[in-house]
């Protein structure tokens, strides 16, 4: 039998080893830093371009806002309701382009998304911030129906950064035992009759987020037409409460 033929093993020369680490070690070099790199665009926000019609719009919206603020400011102050101390505003129009005086009206009352709804006590300054952003909310005089219909079916706290439905009167107890509040009964009216307690019941609840269709129909400002007009609504922000609830 023949012999298998040995293979021979051809020597690389010394400089092309050196040569062929030294340019492994730069694209390794080079891979790491486009790592790095793309790790920190990932990081930050996403670049967002917008069309020179929606600077304008936003810019006229934020000019119109700020003229309609200034002449508010120089009229006589909104007298106040002699019943009525429970206002229910719900946002029902974008605010995207708003000047800085109306967002923070918005933030103040935790009106942050669209169809969502919160108590407000009835005074001064509670009325002239409702002025203020009264071309993207409306908001009228809830009835005690309305208010027990929101807090049972929709009531929500926030306990370590996670929403809980109020659905057990010992997490009621726990959180506003303090100040007689013991279950939602207990809620409901101190809620509705605006006790000296409201501010803490009030806080206790996170916004409304109420329900719409998807498909419902809007006008060109964007606000759903069965909803009707906005600013004050008077006793018919219940029939607001009974749609969207």
């Known amino acids: 039998m023949a012999e298998p033929e040995k293979k021979v093993i051809q020597l690389v020369p010394e400089h092309l080893l050196k040569k ?4 492994q070690a ?24 917008k069309r020179l019609e929606d600077i304008l719009r936003e810019g006229h919206r934020a000019s119109r806002d ?44 935790r009106l942050r998304k669209l169809f969502s709804g919160v108590f407000i006590k009835i005074n001064k300054s ?15 005089f809830p009835n005690l129906k309305s208010v027990r219909e929101l807090i049972l079916k929709r009531g ?3 306990i370590k950064k996670r929403r809980v439905a109020l659905t057990d009167n010992n997490l009621i107890e726990q959180h506003l035992g303090e100040h007689g ?8 009216h101190e809620v509705y009759s605006v006790g ?7 806080g206790f609840l996170r916004p409304f987020s ?27 922000v219940n029939k607001i409460v009974r749609e969207l609830n």
């Open 20 to 23: 062929r680490k030294a340019y």
């Open 126 to 140: 509670s009325l002239a911030m409702l002025k203020v952003v009264e071309p993207y909310v409306a908001w009228g």
């Open 66 to 109: 700020e003229t309609r603020i200034r002449r508010f400011k120089q009229r006589p102050p909104t007298a106040l309701p002699p019943k009525n101390k429970l206002a229910f505003a719900v946002r029902i129009k974008e605010i995207k382009g708003v000047c800085p005086k109306v967002r923070h009206v918005i933030q103040m009352f």
């Open 210 to 236: 109420l329900s719409v269709a998807r498909h419902a129909a809007r006008d060109k400002g964007g606000v759903m037409k069965d909803l009707g007009a906005i600013g004050f609504r008077g006793t018919e």
């Open 26 to 49: 730069i694209k390794a070099t080079q891979a790491k830093l486009a790592l790095l790199d793309k790790r920190k665009v990932s990081k930050g926000k996403p670049l967002r371009f």
């Open 181 to 188: 509040i013991i279950c939602l009964e207990d809620l409901i």
């Open 156 to 158: 929500q706290t926030k």
């Open 196 to 202: 000296k307690n409201f501010r803490k019941a009030n």
